[in-house]
């Protein structure tokens, strides 16, 4: 039988899993160099004993023999180490825990010669640009590429209005960068941190080391091409981008890979990756600090704070999906293990959601709109089927802590 869905294809039944605090509204990554405002969302899968992908990939961790997998690393890096002295594996990232843990290892544990790649948040933290200079400090060099602000600032704010996206543009650079870097500096292996699918895409994106080239590769001509919502060719023609300001945002061609021999790899498939390791390897082998405070929406000081503009990415979710920053960050606590199901629900009780005071001035500012436009617009993204209004305000129709009996 055909299950019913509403916006965005979301279920209209609400599943909590039973393990952890994620539900069955969560998004999979997209290819976002296609998305349209219409586009249906592939969600987070159940089994039928009422547990997720995410925790059962969780769980089968446990058993992955990760001396084997760390061999494997090992022959990699010999596969593509130059002894030479140059440079042999780009690393991407923006200065995160999970980039610093990366670059790290694989300079001072496996011994390659990683050049950094980064594309630069819209609006850097304070914290964000003070672990950014403090990852350079830990002896390495950086390529950024520097976007044209005029065109980011573009679609920072079309990705908001016409997607409820405007986290979007940075994904895209996120995504596309370093495998186009990789093809510019003849350096063929690339490696991220962790592997975004642990989280909540199909079990068998964990299988393999490697990210699905879908996310960074096309042969699709320009006139496929959306960015924030807006066709590419409408941004040269009605808005007078330049193709050169566009390209960085679009995905690899094919053949150039294929040319270099191009491999984009996850460091999680090889090692271990547990977020809150993570956070303490980066603490005791650089300059890497957590928050300053607690992360708005969240109780978390370790993850995500680079860029302003994913405090209103988190909350945009809550409006679209029913899930915020508190959410995502308690169901990976769960299955590493770090707290238990009972204190997740109390979290995400506590701080799901939180309204991004903290840089919501900026983040309006440098789209170019109001508070007050910022309101009318999230209205156009709230799910119906999520939520209610009560006494003149937003409520969630089926919070985790009313659906635990």
């Known amino acids: 039988m055909t299950e019913l869905t509403g916006k965005y294809g979301l279920p209209l039944e609400v599943k909590f899993c039973k393990k952890c605090t994620m539900n069955n509204q969560r998004p999979a990554s997209t290819v976002e160099f296609k998305q349209k405002a219409d586009e249906k969302k592939k969600t987070l899968a159940f089994d039928d004993e009422g547990v997720c992908d995410a925790c059962r990939y969780a769980e089968k961790k446990k058993n992955i023999d990760w001396s084997t997998r760390e061999a494997e690393l090992e022959e990699l890096c010999n596969r593509f180490r130059r002894n030479d002295g140059r440079y042999d594996v780009v690393v991407p990232g923006s200065g995160g825990k999970d ?20 594309w630069p948040p819209a609006l850097y933290t304070k914290i964000g640009r003070q672990n950014f ?6 002896g390495f060099a950086n390529y950024t590429y520097n976007q044209n602000r005029k065109l980011h600032r573009f679609l920072t ?13 940075f994904i895209l650079g996120q995504k596309n960068l370093a495998p186009r870097l990789s093809v510019l500096l003849d ?30 590769s096309s042969e699709e001509s320009i006139s496929d091409l959306v960015l924030g919502g807006v066709p590419a060719i409408e941004l040269i023609e009605k808005y007078d981008f330049k193709l050169s300001d566009l390209e960085a945002y679009f995905p690899v061609n094919p053949h150039e890979l294929d040319r270099v021999g ?34 708005e ?19 945009t979710t809550t409006i679209k999906f029913g899930i915020g920053r ?5 169901a990976q606590e769960i299955r590493n293990g ?10 995400v009780k506590r701080f799901d959601g939180e309204f991004p005071e903290q840089y919501i001035v900026d983040c309006c500012n440098y789209m170019g709109i109001t508070i007050d436009r910022y309101h009318d617009v999230i209205e156009n993204f709230r799910s119906p089927h999520l939520w209610q209004k009560k006494f003149d305000k937003w409520e969630l129709v089926n919070p985790i802590w009313k659906s635990e009996v």
């Open 187 to 216: 350096i063929p292996l690339v490696i991220f941190g962790e592997n975004e699918a642990e989280y909540g895409n199909a079990i068998e994106d964990n299988e393999k080391p490697t990210r699905d080239n879908k996310y960074f």
């Open 338 to 347: 770090d707290i238990t199901r009972a204190e997740g629900i109390s979290l």
């Open 133 to 138: 200079e403090a990852w350079l400090d830990a």
């Open 297 to 315: 929406g969240s109780f978390s000081k370790y993850s995500s704070l680079d860029d302003k503009i994913d405090w209103l990415h988190y909350h």
């Open 262 to 295: 191009t491999e984009v790899h996850y460091l999680g498939y090889y090692v271990k990756w547990h977020p809150q390791e993570t956070y303490y390897y980066s603490v005791e082998n650089t300059d890497f600090e957590p928050n300053y405070h607690r992360t």
């Open 99 to 118: 980039s610093v843990q990366a670059a790290h290892m694989l300079k001072y544990k496996y011994n390659m010669n990683p050049i950094l790649i980064t």
């Open 326 to 330: 508190a959410t995502y960050d308690s």
């Open 157 to 169: 704010k079309s990705a908001f209005e016409n997607l409820g996206h405007p986290f979007q543009p």
